[in-house]
């Protein structure tokens, strides 16, 4: 674990901020992983352009013939720090505080690549001792997740052949609580549309011309408050959502408010269970308005105002139909006959696991063992492009989630953060994923418990 800080550390410092980040800091950090990852026992390492500026991490271990193919994925980019003074130490120093460590993509998703890390270590330094898994194993490290613009797809689609997996790991989710193992197993998708409303020809004057004249931000803010009833519940309904998903557990509200730091007295919105509007419901929310800063308004009405609306999928929706859907209510509900335009902005389709084949299984009794607690079952409101590439390209493969993040995290958020003890105990459950499914195989299509006594556990 002292190295895993070091790696962790170095990573961090590196600004490989989505958009905004110092070209050569993403190089260093594609060299870095590289190198990183030849140490822990992959041999072949590859950097392969994704068309981006980035570069994907391929490093890979071949196994025996006939061996189980499996990858882990996670993604090296990261969003920005946005006001970093607001931080409570700098956000590209690894710092400790509180037994956490702090910085900018600690858990997502820089932990996650540490994790990796990690387990591999823990497998290569077994030898001789402990002979190593007959895998045929990949890791894949991603350098352009966070835009969800299908980067890696390019990537794969470049390179046929590169991968052929039975089993995906993508560590980029969480655990519900700290200590408490999680498998991810639904994503909502998203639809995001850009809405422009336009009123007038020109800008005029609030006292010349207000009160007949119609303000295309007042028309906007009318536009935007039909997406949500009375409750808060959303507008336009999604067709298509599954009901609540087996094995997944349940999210009480304390949990929630708890998690989600909601102000005392402030309502939840929406209808249904926690778990129904987190994760397998439709959410709309409103991400920017284009408007004048407080400081630089003036009298004036706008000719146009623009806002930026997400729709969050649930599990079964199609994320076209969801697109239209949102269309046809904008412009049912445009007031005043403003004119309207929309511009789709980014698309995510929804995820589904198949959790009953025996990766899952194998999995479930690594975290088991590794936390010394069953691990908890969720859906996440959010969405990962990757896992729809890989059940594109790779029908038949199992795709499993989990990650380092846990509530406290804060991920996308000031002050992110990572217990080292959540990357120890992942290490570990990886580690024995690894070596259990090399002794059990993934073709035999069973998903009975795997013996824990056997030679390649001690």
């Known amino acids: ?38 140490e822990a026992g992959l041999p072949e390492v590859r950097l392969l352009p994704a068309g981006d500026g980035t570069e994907t991490v391929y490093a890979h271990r071949p196994g025996p013939p006939g061996a189980p193919s499996v ?22 120093d690894l710092t400790e505080r509180d037994g956490r460590w702090y910085g900018r993509g600690s858990a997502d998703c820089k932990g996650n690549v540490v994790t990796h890390l990690t ?25 352009s997740e966070e835009p969800g613009e299908g980067s890696l797809e390019n ?33 909502r998708g998203m639809a995001v549309v850009e809405v422009t409303v336009s009123t007038l020809s020109r800008t005029l004057h609030s006292g010349q011309f207000g009160g007949p004249a119609p303000d295309a931000m007042t028309a906007l803010i009318r536009l ?43 309502d939840l919105i929406g209808t249904g269970s926690v778990a129904d509007r987190l994760w397998r419901l439709p959410a709309v929310t409103v991400l920017a308005v284009q408007s004048p800063a407080l400081d630089d308004a003036v009298p004036a009405l706008l000719p146009s105002a623009k806002a930026l609306v997400s729709v969050r999928t649930p599990p079964g929706a199609d994320v076209h139909h969801v697109h239209e859907a949102l269309a046809d209510h904008l412009r049912a509900h445009t007031p005043w006959g403003a004119h309207l335009a929309l511009r789709r902005v980014t698309s995510g389709p929804s995820f589904h696991a198949d959790t009953g084949r025996t990766a899952h299984a194998v999995l479930r009794e690594a975290l088991r063992d590794a936390f010394g607690t069953a691990p908890h079952e969720v859906g996440a409101g959010g ?74 556990d001690r």
């Open 1 to 38: 674990m002292t190295r895993a800080r070091d790696d962790l550390a170095e990573l961090v410092a590196l600004r490989t901020v989505v958009g905004a980040g110092p070209p050569d800091h993403f190089a260093r950090a594609a060299r870095t992983i590289a190198d990183l990852l030849v």
């Open 71 to 92: 990858v882990l994925y996670a993604h090296y980019d990261v969003v920005s720090a946005q006001d970093e003074t607001a931080w409570r130490t700098p956000p590209f």
């Open 119 to 143: 387990a591999l270590r823990a497998l290569q330094e077994a030898l001789p001792r402990e002979p190593y898994p007959d895998l045929d194993l990949t890791v894949l490290v991603d350098g």
């Open 155 to 187: 990537v794969l689609r470049a390179h046929p052949g590169l991968l052929a997996p039975d089993a995906v790991v993508i560590a980029d989710t969480g655990n519900t609580a700290p200590g408490v193992p999680t498998l991810t197993t639904s994503l």
């Open 224 to 266: 935007l408050s039909t997406l949500h009833d009375g409750r808060g519940a959303p507008r336009p309904r999604v067709e298509g959502a599954l009901g609540p998903i087996e094995g997944q557990v349940e999210y009480t509200e304390a949990d929630f408010r708890a998690d989600a730091g909601v102000l005392d007295g402030v």
């Open 383 to 456: 969405s990962i492009a990757v896992c729809s590439v890989f059940r594109t390209l790779f029908p038949d493969a199992e795709i499993l989630l989990c990650g380092v993040a846990d509530p406290a995290s804060n991920i996308h958020g000031t002050d992110e953060s990572v217990h080292p003890d959540e990357i120890a105990a992942l290490a570990r459950a990886e580690a024995l994923f690894l070596r259990r499914l090399a002794h059990r195989g993934v073709r035999d299509g069973a998903a009975a418990p795997v013996p824990t006594g056997a030679r390649e």
